[in-house]
């Protein structure tokens, strides 16, 4: 076989065997699971629904966040670039930047931002450790502190900007008698938004023991929604996907994720 | 017998003295026993959570399963007690286990272990000197 006769033969078989795979890419279903288009979400899933018009006055949306740190006992230092923070607010072309344009009348509007509880989170499947994860029995991407190795690659991986390094020890910015309501977190570990698990476990608890409870209190109500809606009710709601409050908000409204485009499946949802 | 194979022999014995000695010692001292701290038992309590044995050696893991549990299963861990289930808090750890020095520290000092348990969570006893970890900074205290 001479050189031009084996390059011929090769690189026909390259091509076949290239155009026998590629039918068997597409067929593929879904092994991605990301990109444009609305990724579903478990009917399970706790989400939030933000009212912007609400949340535009600012003394709901200090106390929104200061209900939220002081709960969780998140420091508020002072130095900028050490801040830890839970939820806080945004100007709207920045919480939303593929969602306006220079000239648009929302911009520098404010938004108040918090972790999304993503649907497809990008921050859990860059976990060495999985000490970040996304709970099965009801989609809140959970924090375990205790697995923590402070790689940060979560942070850089969150689109959302809503996870905080612990750069000095909390410790002395909590008071001990606080640490008896939520632990404080150590140096070298991330934190965010845990859509206040601590509250929905209790609420758990309080409707086993009593399911008559279940009218009074349908769902469990988060610190900086609790703030917000003793501002201004409706402000914020919170439910699972399938609660018909959340259902009707989102039918009623015109409302908008934050940066739907790359496919996290973000599951706080805000009308503008 | 020549002197060179009899003073490797007298060398040996010589230095294996101080070994049987302490073997004899060790043997012999009383003090063992004394070593291993003991517990006292909560105030109106006459048992602990399970065997003292199983306790000793594996308590750190019923924690860790128990904090499983909590942390990554988002249910309440639970248990069994003559019947009685209770839920696990840390709380309600503390409600018979009143004081780290006297529960947690005594061991743990004693077989030089550090518990870092109490940098986040809530010590019972609140004697910590939150003070003396202020000057830690993840940089150094410096930009």
């Known amino acids: 076989m001479d050189r031009r006769r084996f390059l011929r033969i090769s690189g026909m078989t390259s091509a076949a065997a290239l155009g026998c795979g590629i039918p068997v890419l597409k067929a593929a279903p879904g092994t991605r699971g990301q990109g444009h288009g609305p990724a579903p979400a478990a009917t399970n899933q706790w989400a939030m629904v933000v009212d912007t018009r609400k949340c535009a006055d600012e003394a709901l949306r200090a106390a929104c966040s200061e209900a939220c740190h002081r709960e969780h006992n998140v420091p508020q230092i002072p130095d900028h670039q050490e801040e830890v923070k839970w939820i806080w607010t945004e100007s709207f072309e920045n919480a939303f930047p593929d969602q306006t344009h220079a000239l648009a009348a929302q911009n520098g509007k404010p938004v108040l931002v918090l972790c999304n509880h993503c649907t497809n989170p990008p921050c859990t499947k860059v976990c060495p450790t999985k000490a970040t994860f996304k709970r099965e029995s009801d989609g809140i991407v959970v924090m375990d502190m205790h697995r923590c190795i402070g790689c940060r690659y979560c942070m850089a991986a969150c689109p959302y900007g809503a996870r905080s390094f612990n750069w000095r020890d909390p410790g002395p910015y909590i008071a001990e008698e606080d640490r008896k309501r939520f632990p404080v977190r150590d140096i070298g570990v991330v934190e965010k938004c845990n859509f206040c698990s601590k509250r929905i476990r209790e609420w758990q608890i309080r409707v086993e023991e009593d399911p008559g409870l279940v009218e009074a209190e349908p769902v469990p109500v988060p610190a900086c929604v609790e703030a917000a809606n003793a501002h201004a009710e409706g402000a914020m709601t919170f439910g699972k996907l399938d609660d018909p409050r959340i259902l009707h908000l989102l039918e009623d409204n015109h409302t908008i994720c934050r940066r739907v485009g790359l496919g996290a499946g973000p599951n706080v949802y805000y009308i503008v | ?143």
């Not at chain 2, 018979?96 to 004693?110: G, L, N, Y």
Request: aromatic content about 6%; overall charge negative.
């Open chain 2, 1 to 143: 017998m020549k002197l060179n194979s009899v003073v490797p022999v007298v060398a040996a014995v010589i230095l294996l003295i101080p070994v049987g000695f302490s073997l004899v010692w060790a043997v012999a001292s009383p003090g063992t026993e004394d070593v291993q701290p003991f517990l006292e038992m909560p105030a109106g309590e006459d048992e602990c959570v399970e065997d003292t044995s199983y306790m000793r050696y594996q308590h750190f893991e019923l924690l860790l399963a128990l904090r499983d549990e909590v942390v990554r299963d988002g249910t309440r861990g639970e248990i069994v007690r003559d019947g009685n289930v209770s839920r696990v808090t840390l709380d309600g750890c503390w409600e018979c286990h009143t004081s780290r020095e006297t529960f947690c520290d005594k061991c743990h000092d004693a077989v030089n272990l550090n518990l870092d348990c109490f940098r986040c969570h809530h010590d019972p006893s609140s004697g910590q000197e939150l003070a003396e970890l202020a000057h830690l900074s993840f940089n150094g205290g410096g930009k």
